[in-house]
């Protein structure tokens, strides 16, 4: 088999995968932000572990011939160095976790210039990462969310569960989350504008996603609308 794959991060989920993945056959290469867990793997397995992202781009090439629309999940617990890597070397259109990247304020601008989509997953990163939840009391001595920060930086966001089956979310939950973690919590608006972000920056063909945000516009205003009309009705009564 000629056929390569490239996993990055040997979670709960991703290292089942890789093992899979190598006893189908496939040339397989990983990275994880804790090497050892990667060297375990190549022990075991017929598995090549890198130590950088950027070394698995060969990985990804059949991907870049494909022109196909790529994820990356960097960020996450690591510097803002593997998102940068994730971005020039791997060719990221959208960015997962990417929690540290106000860290380097210039790749921060340089992903809202291009339009860079970070997916933010609140319970997960809480998690993984460790950051301030009002309900749980355990996570009380943690640093701050930076949803707020990523907001205030004109950055795409998108608010996505990670794996619902782990973490037991749900997108709603997630929203939840988000207005719970972030410093002030988020507005009816801010929420409506991050859900019409995710719309915007999902991976659908771009009539598709055209005509999505349309009808969410839409359903919005006519909303708005209603409520503005039930005000309205009861400043008369």
Same mark, same amino acid.
């Given at each position: 088999?000629?056929?390569?794959?490239?996993?990055?991060?040997?979670?709960?989920?991703?290292?089942?995968?890789?093992?899979?993945?190598?006893?189908?056959?496939?040339?397989? &290469?990983?990275?994880?932000?804790?090497?050892?867990?990667?060297? %375990?793997?190549?022990?075991?397995?017929?598995?090549?572990?890198?130590?950088?992202? +950027?070394?698995?781009? %060969?990985?990804?090439?059949?991907?870049?011939?494909?022109?196909?629309?790529?994820?990356?999940?960097?960020? +996450?617990? +690591?510097?803002?160095?593997?998102?940068?890597?994730?971005?020039?070397?791997?060719?990221?259109?959208?960015?997962?976790?990417?929690?540290?990247?106000?860290?380097?304020?210039?790749?921060?601008?340089?992903?809202?210039?291009?339009?860079?989509?970070?997916? =933010?997953?609140?319970? %997960?990163?809480?998690?993984?990462?460790?950051?301030?939840?009002?309900?749980?009391?355990?996570?009380?001595?943690?640093?701050?969310?930076?949803?707020?920060?990523?907001?205030?930086?004109?950055?795409?966001?998108?608010?996505?569960?990670?794996?619902?089956?782990?973490?037991?979310?749900?997108?709603?939950? +997630?929203?939840?989350?988000?207005?719970?973690?972030?410093?002030?919590?988020?507005?009816?608006?801010?929420?409506?504008?991050?859900?019409?972000?995710?719309?915007?920056?999902?991976?659908?063909?771009?009539?598709?996603? &055209?005509?999505?945000?349309?009808?969410?516009?839409?359903?919005?205003?006519? =909303?708005?609308?209603?409520?503005?009309?039930?005000? %309205?009705?009861?400043?008369?009564?």
């Amino acid at each position: 088999n000629n056929m390569k794959a490239g996993m990055i991060g040997l979670g709960a989920m991703g290292i089942g995968m890789a093992r899979n993945v190598a006893k189908a056959g496939y040339l397989t &290469g990983v990275y994880n932000r804790t090497a050892a867990k990667a060297k %375990s793997l190549s022990e075991e397995l017929d598995v090549i572990a890198y130590h950088r992202p +950027e070394e698995l781009a %060969s990985y990804f090439v059949d991907a870049f011939r494909a022109c196909l629309r790529i994820t990356i999940h960097a960020g +996450e617990g +690591e510097s803002a160095e593997n998102i940068w890597e994730a971005a020039y070397h791997l060719h990221a259109d959208r960015i997962g976790h990417g929690l540290s990247l106000l860290d380097n304020p210039r790749l921060c601008e340089r992903f809202r210039d291009r339009g860079i989509c970070i997916e =933010l997953c609140p319970t %997960s990163n809480r998690e993984v990462v460790g950051f301030r939840d009002p309900e749980v009391p355990a996570s009380a001595s943690h640093p701050e969310y930076p949803l707020r920060r990523l907001m205030d930086a004109g950055l795409p966001i998108a608010i996505c569960t990670d794996n619902p089956g782990i973490s037991r979310t749900t997108v709603a939950d +997630e929203f939840l989350a988000a207005a719970r973690m972030a410093r002030d919590g988020i507005t009816q608006w801010e929420a409506l504008a991050l859900m019409r972000q995710g719309f915007a920056n999902s991976f659908a063909p771009a009539l598709v996603r &055209g005509q999505i945000v349309k009808a969410a516009d839409r359903r919005v205003f006519e =909303l708005e609308s209603g409520i503005a009309s039930l005000r %309205s009705d009861v400043s008369r009564s």
